[in-house]
């Protein structure tokens, strides 16, 4: 076991997605205890008169929106780290299912 997690560190490219789907994982799990799952969402905005500056979509890095809006002015970001977790899961069940499904019609095979 021990020269497999060896070669997994070695390998860079297997550091940089781990990391990825774990920072994503983390982020997407803090968003839901720390922000109860809310996503950001900036309807219009309006200068100290109350006249019209800007309306959704909001492009990329414009009023603290890093990846922009959508048309209800929802923050994408916000939207792709929520959902993150969905998607983690919903491929490790997928993968865990795989493995059952193959370890029984092995064994079924063997058998006969």
Do not use: C, Q, W
Request: no cysteine; net charge neutral; glycine share 10%.
């Amino acid at each position: 076991m021990r020269p497999l997690i060896k070669g997994l560190v070695r390998n860079k490219t297997f550091l940089i997605g781990f990391s990825f789907v774990s920072i994503l994982l983390v982020l997407s799990m803090a968003n839901t205890l720390f922000n109860d799952g809310n996503i950001r969402t900036v309807s219009v905005i309006m200068d100290d008169n109350a006249n019209l500056v800007d309306a959704p979509p909001y492009e990329p890095f414009t009023h603290g929106f890093i990846a922009g809006s959508d048309s209800g002015g929802k923050d994408l970001l916000h939207m792709v780290i929520h959902g993150a977790k969905f998607t983690i899961g919903i491929a490790f069940i997928i993968a865990v299912l795989r493995i059952l499904f193959s370890m029984v019609f092995g064994a079924v095979l063997g058998v006969y």
